[in-house]
């Protein structure tokens, strides 16, 4: 079974929603037998390739409600296992993060390419790194087991950008408009940081051949405070 995540890096949702999911798959009998891999979407897309502030410019975003909608992602987080630290995560460009995913799906597989993911999520989150900055998400790729040379090469050119280009183009193509959102065997999706259970049956299901086309979707809207981040 394929499963693709289409998510950000600075979505707070994708990162809760990954957990969950991999709590889900642990607890799937065909677990072995699942291949997952995470497809580039950009909630900001136009975000200036320099970090500013996460407070500033959500406040600025979102006004006042900003403060509670971290609030509550961070308490949320707590129960993940995730330390959200929003006072020194910063807005950041994640083009060049989504490249590099894309890099090591393609060169080194999906399960580095998980890893990967985590560590992206985990450095803008938690450390307040820059996932924007190329020296940064170098030495991020390297602890995730890429090589230096290869990162460094190409980061330092396009290679990859049209690749991760048609990607999110073919996202909004099938119709993704808040992540995460996870499409089952290219055929099935739910969109949202669902709990563990919603994510089993679901895995469950699909296994069986019984889940019926459509998507189980999240409320769209444009925040992050409904399970899933929309633009």
């Known amino acids: 079974m394929k499963v693709e995540i289409w998510s950000d890096v600075a ?44 407070r500033a410019w959500l406040a600025e975003r979102y006004g006042p409600q900003s403060v509670a909608m971290d609030a509550r992602v961070t308490e949320l987080g707590r129960t993940e296992g995730i330390d959200f630290d929003f006072d020194t995560a910063l807005h950041a460009n994640t083009f060049l993060g989504h490249r590099l995913l894309h890099l090591a799906e393609s060169e080194y597989g999906a399960a580095v390419q998980g890893v990967l993911k985590e560590a992206l999520l985990t450095a803008h989150f938690s450390r307040g790194a820059d996932v924007g900055d190329r020296a940064e998400l170098t030495e991020i ?13 190409y980061l330092a050119g396009d290679e990859g950008a049209d690749a991760v280009r048609a990607q999110l183009a073919e996202g909004r193509e099938i119709g993704i408009s808040a992540v995460p959102t996870f499409v089952f065997e290219g055929k099935w999706a739910v969109q949202g940081g669902q709990e563990a259970d919603t994510f089993l049956q679901v895995l469950e299901q699909v296994a069986a051949e019984t889940a019926a086309d459509g998507a189980v979707e999240a409320p769209h809207g444009d925040s992050c405070a409904d399970g899933a981040c929309a633009v």
């Open 141 to 153: 790729a390297v602890a995730a087991g890429l090589d230096r040379d290869r990162v460094t090469a």
């Open 11 to 54: 979505c707070p949702w994708c990162f809760v929603g990954k957990r969950r999911f991999e709590q889900a798959l642990d607890r799937f009998a065909g677990k072995d037998g699942v291949e997952v891999v995470y497809r580039p979407y950009q909630l900001v897309p136009d975000a200036p390739e320099t970090a500013t502030p996460h």
